[in-house]
T-cell receptor, first 109, second 114 residues
Framework: GQNIDQPTEMTATEGAIVQINCTYQ??????LFWYQQHAGEAPTFLSY??LDGLEEKGRFSSFLSRSKGYSYLLLKELQMKDSASYLC??????????WGAGTKLIIKP | GAVVSQHPSRVICKSGTSVKIECRSL??????MFWYRQFPKQSLMLMAT?????????EQGVEKDKFLINHASLTLSTLTVTSAHPEDSSFYIC??????????FGPGTRLTVT
């Protein structure tokens, strides 16, 4: 079956760095997306990895290891507005995104 | 990123009535549009996938006669919740994709059925 595993909730301090891990199992693989979702709002696109390695985009970086079925999202210089849920979504062989419950990130001053 | 709009953003209707939600891709042609439902503190649940000009593909457990989807053009898809009941109250989100690229989400529609 298809499965995604992320921590349910994480807490970090403003200005610090946090890494949100994701392991996945899918039927085929066509890349992995990270989305940010604030409470009561729709998800917004953060990053896309299809090859192994690290993709850096400003304060956010995303890493992928296809052989391990593993990805992480790294957030640097945390700001209060980064408090949100972060959704790891691999794309299967049918180009469908597989969604888990996401990780709720709480930023404290 | 690409822009997807959804209308209305919030709707309250009486039990037994029907509600139509529109999803538009504003600056690109969406070959595929997706409709999701999300209950509080739960993950996104894919309801159906629609390709322009063809019938929508519904996920298991989603009643196609209750949730009518029309994808009449490359920039517009509509979801009609027919004979709505209180258990249909939820956050409905559409997303649009061009080819096999990332999905861009609309802002969502919060439906409350009284």
């Amino acid at each position: 079956g298809q499965n995604i595993d992320q921590p349910t909730e994480m807490t970090a301090t403003e200005g610090a760095i946090v890494q949100i891990n994701c392991t996945y199992q899918t039927s085929g693989f066509n890349g992995l997306f990270w989305y940010q979702q604030h409470a009561g709002e729709a998800p917004t696109f953060l990053s896309y990895n299809v090859l192994d390695g690290l993709e850096e985009k400003g304060r956010f970086s995303s890493f992928l290891s296809r052989s391990k079925g593993y990805s992480y999202l790294l957030l640097k210089e945390l700001q209060m507005k980064d408090s949100a849920s972060y959704l790891c979504a691999p794309m299967d062989s049918n180009y469908q995104l597989i969604w888990g419950a996401g990780t709720k990130l709480i930023i404290k001053p | 990123g690409a822009v997807v709009s959804q209308h209305p953003s919030r709707v309250i209707c009486k039990s037994g009535t029907s509600v139509k939600i529109e999803c538009r891709s504003l600056d690109f042609q969406a070959t595929t549009m997706f409709w999701y439902r999300q209950f509080p503190k739960q993950s996104l649940m894919l309801m159906a996938t629609s390709n322009e000009g063809s019938k929508a593909t519904y996920e298991q457990g989603v009643e196609k006669d209750k949730f009518l989807i029309n994808h009449a053009s490359l920039t517009l898809s509509t979801l009609t919740v027919t004979s709505a009941h209180p258990e249909d109250s939820s956050f409905y989100i559409c997303s649009a994709r061009q080819g096999e690229r990332e999905q861009y989400f609309g802002p969502g529609t919060r439906l409350t059925v009284t």
